[in-house]
């Protein structure tokens, strides 16, 4: 029984991986590609290391490295998807042209004006 729950937590976290190298490959816009990567790879990559921790056998080295792994990825993902985003933002990237809301460029516009 717990093979089958092993091979469930990879097969689903192998899809959630996959979904999210799709997303930057097919995603039209630095942002959205980005949002995509770090959700949907963060959780696939936790899935499989859940996979490992029970697979482990009780093993407390591997559950403890399974477990800073992820907690390692919940912490960094965000941190590096946002300086990705601030650097493309700040250096031009065009945004997607269904992208309606810029409150970043209003406000900065807004800035400027008040200096001025």
């Not at 816009?29 to 990567?37: C, N, Q, T």
């Not at 407390?60 to 601030?86: C, K, W």
Request: glycine share 10%.
């Amino acid at each position: 029984m717990i093979d089958w729950i092993i091979a469930i937590l990879i097969v689903v976290g192998a899809l959630f991986t996959l979904v999210a190298a799709v997303g930057v490959l097919r995603l039209p816009d630095v942002l959205i590609r980005m949002h995509a990567s770090t959700k949907a790879g963060t959780l696939g990559c936790g899935l499989i290391l859940l996979a490992l921790a029970i697979g482990s056998g009780g093993d407390t080295g591997t559950i403890a490295r399974a477990l800073a792994a992820f907690i390692f990825l919940l912490l960094t993902a965000p941190v590096a998807a946002h300086m990705i985003g601030r650097a493309a933002y700040r250096t031009g990237v065009p945004l997607w042209e269904k992208t309606r809301i810029d409150e970043l460029r209003d406000a900065q516009e807004k800035q400027r004006q008040e200096r001025s």
